[in-house]
């Protein structure tokens, strides 16, 4: 069943600040799950399918109000390298709806008695970077036509519109390029939302150079997407990030960045410390003007509770 463009907006007539969840392949890996794989946290819908459902719940109960799908790095082309079928992949797509679904529900059923609203299945539309898997997710630069993207994204999308997510995270996305493709795509399925966020060269830029004021204005201009903002970047850009956003788009803001580490994307490796922690953080984000926050690589359940406390006082 599709839903209406509004779907955040129910969530905002309770709380000023909506949560979402934090990283899924992070915690995988503590699952025992071994992602040294291109699929990467794809590859887990193969066959332990069950600790994704896992992880999803515990996002529910950690108190996010999105969950966000294990279709980062599910592609038809990816699948395809595996020696699975179009329509096999496509299935497995939307089985991280389903699965997802199904934490939500069962989260659900156990807890129908709190003060919150029913939460949201964000079905995720990763970038043509990821499918790449060389770290062009955090570049860009991928000198192909529009019409090999929109080729690339259209039949995952499809499939998860019909799984039935309420609307779509095209995130992780380091060009206006591919930003603008998969907006002008979603007008071929009229009934579903999406957010669109970008990684970061820098506050001001997305990583392939383009000024983020450019890309806020442009896809301010779509209907469909229903918040822009950045994820998979280091807590030191948000606050700067989310101001330029605030002043260059009407939509709602929407930020979840990394841990507080830093990432080698050639070498695969975190490293650094963390010279700000994103659970108290958050709260001066929202005051900036984030209104949708969450957390990407290497954060976990934990610390989606402890944003809960920082923004709700709970």
Excluded at 246 to 254: A, D, L, Y
Aim: glycine share 6%; with cysteine; proline share 4%.
């Amino acid at each position: 069943m599709m839903i209406k463009l509004n779907s955040i907006e129910k969530i905002r007539k309770q709380f000023d600040t909506i949560l979402l969840d934090g990283a899924l392949a992070t915690e995988l890996e503590k699952l025992g799950c071994n992602l040294e794989d291109p699929l990467w946290s794809a590859r887990v819908l193969l066959d332990e399918p069950e600790k994704i459902r896992k992880v999803h719940y515990a996002y529910f109960k950690a108190g996010a109000d999105i969950g966000i799908t294990a279709s980062y790095q599910a592609s038809i082309e990816g699948f395809k390298q595996r020696e699975i079928s179009e329509e096999e992949a496509k299935t497995l797509i939307r089985k991280t709806v389903e699965l997802t679904q199904q934490a939500r529900s069962d989260y659900w059923q156990e807890n129908a008695d709190m003060n919150r609203p029913y939460p949201l299945v964000a079905g995720s539309v990763g970038p043509y970077g990821a499918y790449l898997a060389d770290g062009s997710e955090y570049v860009g630069n991928y000198g192909v036509s529009d019409r090999l993207l929109y080729d690339f994204h259209r039949p995952r999308i499809e499939a998860l519109v019909e799984a039935g997510a309420d609307l779509l995270a095209v995130e992780t996305i380091p060009s206006l390029q591919e930003a603008k493709v998969v907006s002008e795509l979603l007008q071929e399925f009229p009934d579903i939302a999406a957010w669109v966020t970008f990684t970061l060269k820098d506050a001001a830029h997305i990583s392939e150079g383009n000024a983020l004021k450019e890309c806020a204005e442009i896809l301010n201009d779509y209907s469909q997407i229903v918040a822009l903002g950045v994820n998979c970047v280091s807590t030191e850009l948000v606050h700067d990030a989310v101001q330029e956003l605030k002043e260059n788009t009407s939509k709602p803001v929407i930020i979840y960045p990394n841990s507080g580490e830093d990432y080698d994307p050639e070498t695969k490796n975190w490293y650094g410390s963390k010279p700000m922690q994103i659970n108290t953080a958050a709260a001066d984000w929202a005051v900036a003007g984030a209104t949708i926050i969450g957390g990407c690589c290497r954060t976990g359940p934990e610390d989606i509770r402890e944003i809960r406390k920082m923004i709700r006082k709970k």
